[in-house]
C-alpha cells in the first residue's frame, strides 16, 4: 500500500500536480501468537504493521498517530463506518 504526498506547482495559470511517494505502509497476515494473560500464556490473533516514510516530508509524531489509528481501525472496523 502506497501513500502519497499531493503538491501542485501553479506554471503560467496552468496547475501541475507532481505526486510524492512518501510512506510505505505493511500489514502481514493475522496468526495467532502467544501473548501473557495475566499469569497465563494464550494463544491470541495477531498482526505485524511496519510503517516506512521520509522524515523530511512527515513527521515522527503524526506516523504515530496515523499508526494508532490504523490498530484502532483494524480492532474495531465499526470505527470506519461510523466514523468514531
Same mark, same amino acid.
Given at each position: 500500500?502506497?501513500?502519497?504526498?499531493?503538491?501542485?506547482? $501553479?506554471?503560467?495559470?496552468?496547475? &501541475?500536480?507532481?505526486?510524492?511517494?512518501?510512506?510505505? =505502509? %505493511?500489514?502481514?497476515?493475522?496468526?495467532?501468537?502467544?501473548? +501473557?494473560? %495475566?499469569?497465563?500464556?494464550? *494463544?491470541?490473533?495477531?498482526?505485524? +504493521?511496519? =510503517?516506512?516514510?521520509?522524515? @523530511? &516530508?512527515?513527521? %515522527? @509524531? $503524526?506516523? +504515530?498517530?496515523?499508526?494508532? *489509528?490504523?490498530?484502532?481501525? +483494524? $480492532?474495531?472496523?465499526? @470505527? =470506519? &463506518? &461510523?466514523?468514531?
Amino acid at each position: 500500500m502506497m501513500f502519497c504526498s499531493a503538491s501542485c506547482v $501553479e506554471i503560467d495559470c496552468w496547475y &501541475l500536480c507532481l505526486l510524492i511517494q512518501s510512506a510505505i =505502509l %505493511g500489514m502481514h497476515s493475522i496468526q495467532k501468537r502467544p501473548v +501473557v494473560v %495475566g499469569k497465563d500464556i494464550v *494463544a491470541r490473533p495477531m498482526m505485524y +504493521v511496519a =510503517l516506512t516514510y521520509d522524515h @523530511r &516530508l512527515i513527521d %515522527g @509524531r $503524526e506516523a +504515530v498517530l496515523f499508526l494508532r *489509528a490504523v490498530k484502532d481501525n +483494524v $480492532e474495531d472496523p465499526r @470505527r =470506519l &463506518l &461510523l466514523d468514531l
